[in-house]
Every structure is written in C-alpha cells, then in structure tokens.
C-alpha cells in the first residue's frame, strides 16, 4: 500500500467511477505535458506572449484532472472543454498541416478521455 492515497470521498457522496478518474489521470498528465513543455519552449525561445499562455493553460488542465480523480463534479466541464480544443489541434495538426504522425495521436488520446468522461457512469455519478 503507498503512503499517499486518495482521501474518502465525504459522507453520502459515491466516489467517481474508475473510467472517469483513468480519464481524469489521462487529463492530468496531458496538463503536466503542456506545462513542461511550456516552461521548456518559453525558455528556449523567450516568447512569453503565446509560451506563458500554454503553461498556464497547463496548469488548469493539471489542476482540473487532479480534481476530477479526487471527485470534484465541477471539473468535468473544463477537462471537456479541453478534449475538444485538443481535437480542433489534432485535426489541424494532422490534416491541414500535413503532419497525421502528429494529429492522430492527439486525437486518439482527446477521444479516450472524453470516451472515460462521458461514460454512463461518469455521467450519471456527475448528476447525484
């Protein structure tokens, strides 16, 4: 057993069911990559205008999927949010910049986590 665990959900509420919080880690890795490789590109390149915005655009996402697995209902809405988003890039990634080796990875990783957010389960533990 590790030493850091998850706390019980509080008294009465039923604890997020496990597609949703595999989907919710998904979303919380996928924020820690937009934050490291915004940190690392803003260091490269110096262009605090559009770097410092995907860090901090990371940093949400991280924060969100952290939240969902820990069963705060309200994250789902900005985990979607990004799923979508990230589906608009994998698209223009894959499609209208000629590059699939890029779009279609991204867009397999958006569809899993919006398939783990949107479940039957997910949704109906979402309306208690």
Same mark, same amino acid.
């Given at each position: 057993m590790s030493g850091a665990s998850t706390p019980p959900p509080a008294p009465g509420a039923a604890a997020p069911p496990r597609s949703l919080v595999v989907a919710a880690l998904g979303a919380a890795l996928e924020g820690a990559a937009l934050l490291? %490789?915004?940190v690392v /590109? +803003?260091?490269v390149e110096g262009t605090p205008q559009v770097w410092g915005f995907v860090v901090l655009l990371g940093a949400g996402v991280l924060a969100a999927g952290i939240a969902l697995a820990r069963g705060a209902r309200g994250a789902r809405g900005p985990v979607v949010v990004m799923q979508l988003l990230g589906l608009g890039i994998a698209f223009y /990634? %894959?499609?209208t910049s000629g590059r699939p080796e890029l779009g279609v990875p991204i867009a397999v990783v958006c569809v899993a986590i919006l398939a %783990?957010? +949107?479940t039957r389960a997910g949704r109906d533990w979402a309306e208690q």
């Open positions: 490291v %490789g915004g /590109a +803003l260091i /990634a %894959g499609v %783990g957010v +949107l």
